[in-house]
């Protein structure tokens, strides 16, 4: 049993998403913050832990002074963008757990528009680090970069645009059913799919996250505390991190398995930690900065065989109803991109029975971090 | 950055100069540990292997066959966006075996790396190194072998 099976996530908050907005990332971090311990019914002076992203463009003493929380004893940064989100609430929780603090808050805020948000378009024009092994050649997004495995995976496992353009449908339905999500009102047909422009070849527009401006948060105690609190808990039942041997983050293809990503190494973790496996999982949030990573996931922690999870995918197998429903909030590909952290306000959602497409009897609910990335992934049951 | 610029490797700081220096005297250079021989791409200050910190640089065949490849559409950076839809490669050597390279199919050393039809190219094609000036640098490219 993981460490952190003793913590929950007792409060969730977020701002509105969309494109443009005026407030600052760190106004929108205050405010999912205190949106957060509001829901939790927490005093922001009773926070004493904060966790969050390397990439946010302030310090934690901002926030700290900004929302009014107490003294903190326990801060923590984890890196890789899209990989860090599960991290981030995995260490608060760790932190917890081990008694470093009481209540933590783990947070990610961003807007498009900063420039510190897309590091593959603010690079110098000479590179003396890792990407004059592909940047030099033309491969510069991180579009390309997943597109070149992509097309191996195919290669070797006959996969389809069809299963690409089921996991965009899938979010797209569950983003249909959620008001809050920036493609709440635009549906996404398999037609439209097919004839949408390319981005970088295999890969089209809809096989892309959106961009996003928005802030969340949540809020961690003990269970203990947790059964006090007005919030069903969402167990963080188990927790991992995983950056594997070899591993070169997004241009993994220098590895001898380049297929086999960090998902992986992840799963290894989060199951060895856990009271339950993926035949227990009811609900998923699976990063989805690129459609593939969907795919690459399925394998990964466990519900299919390498190679498999594409024709998972058929059928409607991820949708709602189907056997497991992935991103029933549209996640990054139609809900909102925020770096994946959205996903963990979904995955607590379903464990309170409160989502837009809520999986009936959804006990065990699973949350991941970019594949592609050092990543990491949470297991989010019902206190029991 | 300027925008019209391609991004091109810094040769005034880098651990990994020998390779461009390779590229500029004809050759595609691997990284490889003077101990146990363990070839290690892209290069890196300590041998995985044995942990020795003693590296060379090694003349590879320069042959090998396309792993995979991805056709890029903008938005680009400016310099790339002008030569889009361009293709990038994998090319995964023949020897030594399993070291990948990123780079572009053309077909000669100078040609533009958006000349190929990119609905040509497949995964398995075998491929030789070239080697392009851009910017008073040489870069590898790949032609058909
Ligand atoms: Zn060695």
Request: aromatic share 8%; hydrophobic share 45%.
């Amino acid at each position: 049993m993981s460490a952190t099976s003793n913590t929950a996530i007792v409060g969730i908050g977020q701002t509105e998403f969309g494109k443009g907005l005026a407030a600052s990332e760190l106004s929108l971090a205050c405010q999912a913050i205190a949106l957060a311990l509001e829901d939790a019914g927490i005093a922001p002076g009773e926070v004493d832990g904060l966790a969050s992203f390397t990439l946010e463009p302030f310090r934690e003493v901002e926030v700290a002074r900004s929302v009014g929380l107490g003294d903190i004893t326990f801060f923590s940064q984890v890196g890789y963008g899209g990989g860090a989100a599960c991290g981030v609430v995995g260490q608060a929780a760790l932190a917890v757990a081990t008694g470093q603090c009481n209540v933590a808050v783990a947070w990610r805020a961003r807007k498009r528009s900063s420039a510190a948000s897309r590091p593959w378009a603010q690079v110098n024009s000479r590179i003396s680090d890792n990407g004059q092994w592909s940047r030099v050649f033309g491969l510069l997004r991180p579009v390309d970069e997943i597109a070149m495995l992509t097309r191996r995976y195919m290669y070797e496992y006959g996969a389809t645009r069809d299963h690409l353009a089921n996991v965009a449908i899938a979010a797209r339905k569950h983003a249909n059913r959620n008001p809050n999500a920036m493609m709440y009102d635009k549906p996404l047909s398999r037609e439209q799919y097919m004839d949408a422009r390319w981005i970088s070849e295999p890969l089209c527009l809809f096989d892309n996250c959106l961009e996003t401006d928005g802030g969340l948060a949540v809020v961690i105690t003990s269970v203990d505390r947790a059964r006090d609190l007005a919030q069903r808990p969402a167990v963080v039942h188990s927790f991992a991190q995983g950056l594997p041997r070899q591993h070169q983050t997004m241009t993994n293809f220098f590895t001898a398995d380049p297929l086999r990503g960090p998902a992986w190494a992840t799963a290894d973790k989060l199951w060895a930690n856990a009271d339950v496996g993926p035949a227990d999982v009811k609900v998923a949030q699976l990063y989805d900065a690129f459609s593939p990573l969907i795919i690459l996931s399925l394998e990964g922690y466990g519900f299919c065989a390498r190679g498999e999870g594409g024709p998972f995918t058929d059928d409607g197998a991820i949708e709602l109803g189907g056997r497991l429903p992935v991103n029933t909030a549209g996640a990054g590909m139609s809900e909102a991109y925020v770096h994946g952290f959205n996903l963990v306000l979904e995955g607590v959602r379903q464990i309170r029975g409160t989502s837009t497409a809520q999986v009936v009897g959804a006990d065990v609910s699973l949350v991941t971090s970019g594949e592609g990335v050092p990543t990491s992934a949470l297991v989010l049951t019902e206190d029991r | 950055m300027s925008e019209s610029a391609f991004l091109l490797p810094d040769l005034d700081d880098n651990e990994a100069l020998a390779f461009w220096e390779g590229c500029a005297a004809g050759e595609l250079r691997v990284q490889r540990c003077v101990r146990c021989e363990w070839v290690a791409h892209p290069p890196r200050p300590m041998c995985p292997q044995c942990q020795s910190t003693a590296r060379e640089w090694i003349a590879t065949s320069g042959r090998g066959t396309i792993w995979s490849y991805v056709v890029a559409h903008p938005p680009l950076l400016a310099a790339y966006s002008a030569l889009a839809p361009y293709n990038v490669i994998v090319v995964e050597l023949d020897d030594p075996p399993a070291v990948r390279f990123v780079g572009n199919l053309v077909t000669s050393a100078d040609g533009e790396i958006n000349e190929i039809d990119p609905h040509s190219i497949a995964i398995g094609e075998p491929v030789r190194v070239a080697f392009a000036s851009i910017g008073g640098v040489a870069l590898p490219r790949w032609v058909r072998a």
